[in-house]
């Protein structure tokens, strides 16, 4: 699941204090300073795209579990996705589920399913709360969100965290002003990344679908050039995506009965930046230190007005 | 589980916009002016306790299972956990599990544990970790968290939410440099709060412990002042937790081996903010639009700085 020098990369973030370990591959605390300087990109983000005026909106880490199955989510990545599984038993169920976790035994029989799943894409929420809201106006919508993700596939590749933070934009509108705006973002995007030195090339991607039938979705994705990736070489020798952006034609509009002010049905496209690849190919960059960071990125990222 | 003035409330702000309904109580959106509000008190515990030094460490939502099991949490508080499941079957599983889920029928049975649960307040990945570093410096450790937390208690107050972050300050020292600061942070809490316009009461409290043993835990920790709250009326009548302050003497120590610098058993105190509560208090002393707030709250919290 990963190579000698994801590993060495992960170790030397580690021996820094720059990520926490847990003991659970994927699952890092955060210092002070890897936390300020995803926060710092994070801000960068709000300043370029201000003029942008897309709605904020910021959702937490839970789903409700009948959202992610109306997507479709369950058939395609049923191998990434994290439901929340809770106790509804009584005293002697409390009793016995107690004394095996204090064993560190199994007491998975004593949970069930909640009605909420982890949000495992930052823009899953938005699909239902703007349908819930009616007909789009005439120029559409274009919504900023940002909330920690989660997927299920512990890896010691740094790059590969299993509860990671997705700062995305959405929009939804006419399929016209859905690929305009899809386009120029893959511009856009690159621009972000080379102003604090992160020179990535734009290549044609897909989501990690499920089995079999999953190798015929991700070639068609490919092939549509629906999904397009910004990738860099952050702790092994193969680039990964830190940022992506993907046209999802009428795919949410339909599952969630989103229409135009036409009637027609929505069109959907994002971009997501990944902050803690981002953060990490940072580090992996400029160095563990940011305070010998270059003087132009530490400006950028406005590192410099801190303390 | 809710009174009317309560669900009147949640009414109000998700009529607003500040709080987005999902369809399951407990679960909601969030507003860029709710969020905004959020992180200008957060800040602001961020300025009036710089001084203090405490070192900044952010978590995930996420936190392995084997340390929730090791903190006798399933035995205290089973009802209100949330673990983390997720699906490890092959083509045929996944395929009847991807059309249940099409179908909202329940696929439950295709899930099983992982090795992380959710995590139910702010400091417990912390002492873990702190022990890991080995004995404590002679002044002891200060940590300063902040992390989305999980409680499965599903309810239409929107004081008590499902998924909801704390900023806490944690302190492992000796048990009386702990003592010391715990008793500190009762006042230094009031005083914080009621500096935006909260003036709230301090009571001892206790966790909400499961079942009829339960309520012995709950006696004791109130019996021993272990635990104060600082409460105020949110949504209901009756005032709800704001702030908490807990002594847990050696608990934590002796769950993870945390050692003072000679040798003795480590005690821990926390101090926690909910800051949704806090957000929600503030919009229900000072009404639902900032920009009409009192001035000098406006100042303090710096959103007079914004825009």
């Known amino acids: 699941m990963s190579t000698a020098s994801e590993t ?13 370990a847990t003991g659970v591959p994927g699952v890092y605390g955060r210092s002070g300073t890897f936390e ?13 795209t201000k003029a942008d005026g897309a709605e904020v909106v910021r959702f937490p880490p839970v789903l409700p579990r009948d959202h992610l199955e109306t997507t479709g989510y369950m058939s395609s990545f049923p191998h990434l996705a994290g439901s929340v599984f809770s106790f509804s038993g009584g005293a002697a169920e409390a009793l016995e589920l107690g004394n095996r976790a204090a064993r560190h ?25 703007v349908s819930a809201a009616g007909a789009l106006p005439k120029t ?34 006419t399929p016209e002003d859905v690929r305009a705006w899809h386009a120029g973002w893959v511009e856009r ?24 039938a999953g190798k015929m979705f991700a070639a068609n994705q490919r092939d549509q050039g629906l999904k397009l990736e910004r990738v860099y070489p952050i702790a092994g020798e193969t680039p990964t995506a830190i940022m992506s952006i993907n046209y999802h034609q009428d795919h949410f509009g339909l ?53």
Not at 8 to 20: K, Q
Not at 107 to 121: D, K, N, R
């Open 140 to 173: 559409g919508r274009l919504i900023d969100i940002c909330c920690y993700c989660f997927r299920h596939e512990p890896s010691h590749d740094p790059a590969r965290m299993q509860s990671f933070r997705q700062r995305e934009h959405v929009r939804i509108s």
């Open 8 to 20: 060495a990369f992960l170790d030397a973030l580690v021996e820094h204090g720059l990520l926490l």
């Open 105 to 129: 035994e199994d007491w998975s029989e004593f949970q069930s399913a909640t009605e909420v799943t982890l949000i495992p894409a930052a823009c899953y929420p938005v699909y239902p709360w």
């Open 255 to 307: 599952d969630f009965g989103i229409t135009t002010a036409h009637g027609q049905v929505a069109h959907t496209a994002c971009f997501g930046f990944g902050l803690e690849r981002i953060t990490l190919a940072l580090f992996r960059t400029h160095g563990l230190d940011p305070l010998t960071w270059p003087d132009d990125v530490r400006r950028r990222l406005r590192l410099d007005q801190d303390a």
């Open 36 to 48: 300020d300087v995803l926060l710092a990109f994070d801000g960068l983000i709000t300043r370029e």
């Open 189 to 212: 995007g690159g621009a972000l990344l080379s102003s604090v030195g992160l020179e990535t090339g734009a290549v044609p991607a897909n989501d990690p679908f499920f089995g079999r």
